[in-house]
């Protein structure tokens, strides 16, 4: 039988190259949608990047998606591209809402023109939630988005509902709640901190400045995160999911554990900084992932100490190279 075929928009983001890896196992032909940048930026794929086919497009132009569905017609697009660092989204709204939200709309309207069979995965987020009205948050829950990032995302999320039921189409929004990995960005705050405690152990730093110790997430690995992608997808119905673990920890809680994790005290190190304070916070995200744990199967496998320390021993090993 031919391989699936899979299109991934995002693929040389954080959670594009664990999905990438996971469907190449999988025996899928894997094409990457990347946008062009004046250098290139495959860090996260260029393991892998002799197995997966590239293609030039991007989410703020419909005719090169148009494009790039006729000529590699997938039977799966996973569309993980976005603004996605929530801090961006006050200085850039605009920016993050073509982007994130009318992004969304201009890919669920090429797969209808090319083939409305095409099976799609939107990378929804618990930031929907906001400003939470129900604790833990599930499928059901309302949304209050905090931030221009969190409005885009519910637009995302109702025009991938809204395809689904307009056009008998199979889409599928994933709620993720915050997942991590030693290939998270850099201004993500687990990041920041385990790469902030690597240079201060290896003597390259002094100090960490950091903004809100006290707001509160439900952190997974990233790696864990994108089976359940996948699994959204293989569902005779189309249906919307909250991934996460059920667990939920403070900034405070991360920075503890990752500096003891070096036998450091954080509170020798960490500085708070006026400029990593955000407009509007999301003080606590907490997820219900009981129906996906019933319809998909799925449950984390990595504990919170666990990817703590993942991240914490990536960075040092990163950094020791770099000094080299
Ligand atoms: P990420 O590391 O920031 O990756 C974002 C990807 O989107 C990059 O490959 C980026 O390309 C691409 N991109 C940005 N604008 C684009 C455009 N106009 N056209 C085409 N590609 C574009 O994000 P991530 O952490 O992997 O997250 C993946 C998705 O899940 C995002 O939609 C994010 O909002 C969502 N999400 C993430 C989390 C989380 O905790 N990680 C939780 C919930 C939802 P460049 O490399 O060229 O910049
Ligand atoms: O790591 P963060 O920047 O992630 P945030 O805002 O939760 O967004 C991430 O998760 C969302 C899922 O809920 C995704 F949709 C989104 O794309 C992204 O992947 O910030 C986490 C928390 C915030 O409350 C922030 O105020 O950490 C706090 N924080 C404290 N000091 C900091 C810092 N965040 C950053 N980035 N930098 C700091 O210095």
């Not at 190449?24 to 086919?53: A, C, P, W």
Request: charged letters at 25%; proline letters at 4%.
């Amino acid at each position: 039988m031919a391989p699936k075929r899979a299109l991934i928009t995002g693929i040389t983001g954080q959670d594009g190259s664990y999905l990438a890896e996971f469907l190449l196992e999988k025996g899928y032909e894997v094409i990457g949608m990347v946008r062009r940048s004046s250098t290139v930026n495959f860090e996260r794929i260029k393991h892998i990047q002799d197995k997966l086919t590239l293609v030039s497009g991007d989410l703020l132009d419909e005719v090169s998606l148009i494009h790039i569905l006729r000529e590699h017609r997938p039977h799966e697009v996973y569309n993980l591209a976005a603004q996605s660092f929530v801090q961006t989204s006050w200085p850039q709204p605009v920016f993050t809402g073509e982007t994130t939200a009318l992004g969304v709309t201009r890919l669920l309207d090429a797969v209808r023109i090319v083939d409305p069979g095409i099976r799609f995965y939107q990378a929804s987020s618990s930031e929907m939630f906001g400003k939470v009205v129900e604790v833990p948050q599930k499928e059901t829950t309302p949304f209050y988005p905090r931030s221009p990032y969190g409005v885009a995302k519910v637009y995302g999320h109702w025009i991938t509902v809204n395809y689904r039921e307009s056009y008998g189409m199979h889409t599928t929004s994933g709620i993720l709640f915050n997942h991590e990995s030693p290939r998270r960005g850099l201004e993500f705050v687990t990041r920041k901190i385990s790469h902030g405690v690597a240079r201060i152990k290896l003597g390259l730093d002094e100090e960490l400045r950091l903004g809100n110790l006290e707001a509160r997430r439900d952190w997974g690995f990233a790696g864990d995160y994108v089976e359940a992608m996948w699994l959204m997808l293989q569902q005779d119905q189309p249906e919307d999911y909250v991934i996460a673990t059920g667990e939920t920890h403070s900034v405070r809680e991360f920075c503890e554990l990752a500096f003891s994790y070096v036998g450091l005290d954080y509170r020798d190190y960490v500085v708070i900084d006026q400029r990593f304070m955000r407009p509007a916070e999301v003080d606590l995200l907490i997820g219900d992932p009981s129906k996906a744990r019933q319809k998909l199967g799925w449950q984390p496998r990595t504990s919170f100490s666990e990817l703590v320390q993942m991240m914490v021993e990536a960075d040092l090993q990163l950094v020791k190279e770099q000094m080299r």
